[in-house]
């Protein structure tokens, strides 16, 4: 395994599609994004965590070659990124939405190949459809003692993707970019025990999907990164616990247990979450 895996893009420009251009060109971009959201704490928290695990998580999107002139940033009317939920029967994190991906194996080409056998195990996915372009810097996920890098690739031709494994995983779904990224799906959510805020992030409400934590925040940091962002009410906070009833699942917040195969906002501090 590679303990220091490059960060940026792993192929030639011309072999990446222009409106992921932005992002894989300058993958600081997403780090600042997600630091400045976090402020000093997340710098913070960074400097002190040791001993941390590797982990990857696949950030795949697909859709047209050309970038399209009618939607900020060029995203195409057909972008989709691939997302999973938890099963809700799960101890730890269950019903929460999350990039395929987990922790590296021994003998892993990671992060590259923990983020494919991860997402080959999870949603059955063909990797020969896939074409990887960059890896974006890792996310140190405290307490939990995770690195996790993003791996972003272009899902050239498609394969069929399902649930592989009902009790690990209850779905498996290709959302449309654009109604993600929809200023009416976007919000902040908040959670806050006895009058003081534990958790606040940016999240997302689409087809049934609740999707916040890190997997909310980092489509949030790559969507600002990469000049996708359509003006979206930032002011716009709810209630943690009543968006994940509103998503009619018995998704868990997460903020106590660890568990390997999870992520958390780098924003949070919390435990490792798919949210």
Same mark, same amino acid.
């Given at each position: 395994?590679?303990?220091?895996?490059?960060?940026?893009? #792993?192929?030639?420009? *011309?072999?990446?599609?222009? %409106?992921?251009?932005?992002?894989?060109?300058?993958?600081?971009?997403?780090?600042? $994004?997600?630091?400045?959201?976090?402020? *000093?704490?997340?710098? %913070?928290?960074?400097?002190?965590?040791?001993?941390?695990?590797?982990?990857?998580?696949?950030?795949?999107?697909?859709?047209? %070659?050309?970038?399209?002139?009618?939607? +900020? =940033?060029?995203?195409?009317? *057909?972008?989709?990124?691939?997302?999973?939920?938890?099963?809700?029967? !799960?101890?730890?994190?269950?019903?929460?939405?999350?990039?395929?991906?987990?922790?590296?194996?021994?003998?892993?080409?990671?992060?590259?190949?923990?983020? #494919?056998?991860?997402?080959?195990?999870?949603?059955? !996915?063909?990797?020969?459809?896939?074409?990887?372009?960059?890896?974006?810097?890792?996310?140190?996920?405290?307490? &939990?003692?995770?690195?996790?890098?993003?791996?972003?690739?272009?899902?050239?031709?498609? &394969?069929?993707?399902?649930?592989?494994?009902?009790?690990?995983?209850?779905? @498996?779904?290709?959302?449309?970019?654009?109604?993600?990224?929809?200023?009416?799906?976007?919000?902040?959510?908040?959670?806050?025990?006895?009058?003081?805020?534990?958790?606040?992030?940016?999240?997302?409400? @689409?087809?049934?999907?609740?999707?916040?934590?890190?997997?909310?925040?980092?489509?949030?940091?790559?969507?600002?990164?990469? =000049?996708?962002?359509? +003006?979206?009410?930032?002011?716009?906070?709810?209630?943690?616990?009543? /968006?994940?009833?509103?998503? =009619?699942?018995?998704?868990? $917040?997460?903020?106590?247990?660890?568990?390997?195969?999870? /992520?958390?906002?780098?924003?949070?501090?919390?435990?490792?979450?798919?949210?």
């Amino acid at each position: 395994m590679n303990d220091h895996p490059h960060v940026g893009p #792993l192929v030639h420009h *011309d072999e990446i599609p222009p %409106w992921l251009h932005p992002l894989t060109s300058d993958v600081a971009a997403v780090s600042e $994004s997600v630091n400045n959201r976090g402020g *000093d704490r997340t710098r %913070w928290a960074q400097l002190f965590i040791r001993d941390r695990r590797a982990a990857a998580v696949l950030v795949l999107f697909s859709g047209s %070659w050309e970038a399209a002139d009618d939607h +900020p =940033g060029g995203v195409p009317a *057909d972008a989709e990124v691939l997302l999973t939920e938890r099963a809700s029967t !799960l101890r730890q994190h269950s019903g929460q939405v999350a990039f395929p991906g987990g922790a590296a194996d021994p003998g892993d080409d990671f992060p590259v190949g923990t983020a #494919l056998r991860e997402a080959r195990e999870e949603t059955g !996915l063909d990797a020969s459809g896939v074409h990887i372009l960059a890896s974006l810097p890792t996310f140190p996920v405290p307490p &939990s003692g995770f690195d996790v890098v993003p791996v972003i690739g272009w899902w050239h031709e498609p &394969s069929e993707v399902r649930v592989v494994d009902p009790g690990e995983t209850a779905r @498996v779904d290709r959302i449309n970019l654009r109604e993600l990224l929809a200023p009416e799906n976007r919000f902040q959510v908040r959670r806050s025990v006895m009058g003081g805020r534990l958790y606040q992030g940016p999240a997302f409400f @689409v087809d049934g999907l609740l999707v916040w934590g890190f997997t909310g925040g980092l489509i949030a940091a790559i969507s600002e990164a990469s =000049g996708w962002d359509r +003006p979206w009410d930032k002011n716009d906070i709810r209630p943690l616990d009543e /968006m994940i009833e509103r998503a =009619g699942n018995r998704q868990e $917040s997460g903020f106590s247990a660890v568990h390997p195969r999870g /992520m958390v906002d780098p924003d949070t501090h919390g435990e490792p979450g798919a949210g």
